[in-house]
């Protein structure tokens, strides 16, 4: 049994449904004698949440104690655009689908811990991934004293087998499926899919074409493109073929198109932060688009030193996220820099889908910096003298050659 000073009294726990927090709600009942609170999350994983609900009042949870909520708006509006306007991919591919949902739910945990006078929180990650350090880092970000309790590095569980043995013992329902070993574990939320694990683990075998949940194979889709308009306003979409959507039903339209065009898979191997490396296939198939179709905006709005400074600091932006400062000082300073860049992203890109590629076909914008008349090789209306590039040239070389009768002398 845990033991802790002060007692836990009343912990609000990070609550699926499913096999292993159903165990971990009855755990938390039973070795700490704790009044749970469940809360759980619609981030879009796909899957019906209401008998979430049945099942912590089946295993005695108050019914003022479960909290069941609908967080997709808030989720992409607050987490997923604010990301994306930095063009945010962690080590060049992944999009951050599983790490950018992790503050929103620690967020709502410590929110409805203090509504409700609990004292503790409690996540069901593992002690060897990413995600224990993404809930806790949030945890302590906005609740410097509250007491985290991870029954993964705590219990005395040596295998699936013991907590089946428990789940049994407490009454707790196991399905069929879950009494033999899952192929790979997936974690969902309405920006991508992500599968890890047992048949995965081999990074040198391919993924078996059933693992993929969110897309149908590129070479299945359909042999003609499809080509829509996506509208931009300071640096977020707001519409797709001119009709004005909400941030939350925009992603799931992006969804559906990257879907059905085979849109947004990866085959990864990523440095987790606790210092091993691992495989993951993943399904972003309207943020693989949005990405393109940001890139496109921005290219015609933003000028050079803004564009390049925004991609130097990208990869610090991404591993903030990725690492689970999401909190952090740091991570706010830089999505004030970003978010400043994109007053004047604002306006149209033509997108097109084909056989898991996104091409950018036009962009337009009232803000654009192309001025078709300085590029064009026909004589324009704007002066451009030709022999002004001598000096430039001659001054960005003059290192160089410095550099170069050096050399010679040598």
Do not use: C
């Amino acid at each position: 049994m845990s033991t802790t000073n002060p007692p836990i009294k009343k912990v609000v726990l990070a609550y699926s449904g499913g096999l292993d927090t159903s165990i971990i709600l009855k755990w938390l009942q039973t070795e700490y004698g704790a009044e749970v609170v469940t809360f759980t999350a619609d981030l879009g994983q796909g899957e019906e949440i209401e008998p979430a609900r049945a099942k912590a009042l089946a295993a005695g949870v108050k019914p003022e104690n479960v909290f069941i909520e609908d967080l997709r708006e808030e989720f992409v509006r607050d987490f997923v655009f604010p990301m994306f306007r930095a063009n945010t991919v962690y080590e060049g591919q992944y999009l951050l689908g599983t790490s950018i949902a992790r503050p929103l739910i620690a967020k709502r945990q410590i929110e409805i811990a203090r509504q409700t006078g609990a004292d503790a929180v409690s996540h069901g990650a593992t002690g060897k991934g990413n995600d224990q350090v993404r809930f806790e880092l949030g945890y302590y970000a906005l609740e410097p004293d509250i007491h985290v309790i991870a029954p993964w590095r705590e219990w005395d569980f040596k295998s699936r087998e013991a907590l089946l043995d428990f789940a049994e013992k407490h009454q707790i329902q196991i399905t069929k499926d879950k009494r033999g070993e899952a192929p790979f574990s997936v974690d969902a939320n309405l920006l991508h899919s992500s599968s890890e694990g047992k048949v995965l683990e081999d990074p040198a075998i391919e993924a078996p074409e059933f693992v993929h949940m969110r897309t149908i194979s590129p070479e299945d889709a359909p042999d003609t493109p499809t080509i829509f308009t996506m509208d931009f306003e300071g640096g977020d979409p707001v519409a797709i073929d001119g009709e004005k959507l909400t941030p939350a039903a925009l992603l799931t339209k992006l969804n559906k198109l990257g879907h059905d065009n085979g849109i947004g898979r990866l085959d990864l191997v990523e440095n987790r932060f606790v210092g091993m490396k691992s495989r993951g296939v993943y399904e972003t198939p309207g943020g693989t688009i949005l990405l393109a179709a940001h890139r496109g905006i921005e290219s015609i709005t933003l000028d050079r030193g803004s564009m390049h400074l925004k991609d130097e600091l990208m990869p610090k932006y991404a591993s903030l996220i990725y690492n689970g400062f999401w909190f952090s000082p740091e991570r706010e300073m830089l999505q004030a820099a970003i978010d400043y860049s994109q007053k004047k992203v604002t306006g149209q890109v033509r997108v097109k889908l084909y056989k898991g590629n996104v091409t950018v076909i036009g962009r337009t914008s009232p803000y654009s910096l192309y001025d078709q008349d300085l590029v064009t090789f026909e004589e324009g209306k704007v002066a451009y003298d030709h022999r002004d590039a001598a000096g430039f040239i001659k001054l960005n070389a003059l290192r160089l050659r410095v550099a170069a009768k050096r050399d010679r002398r040598g």
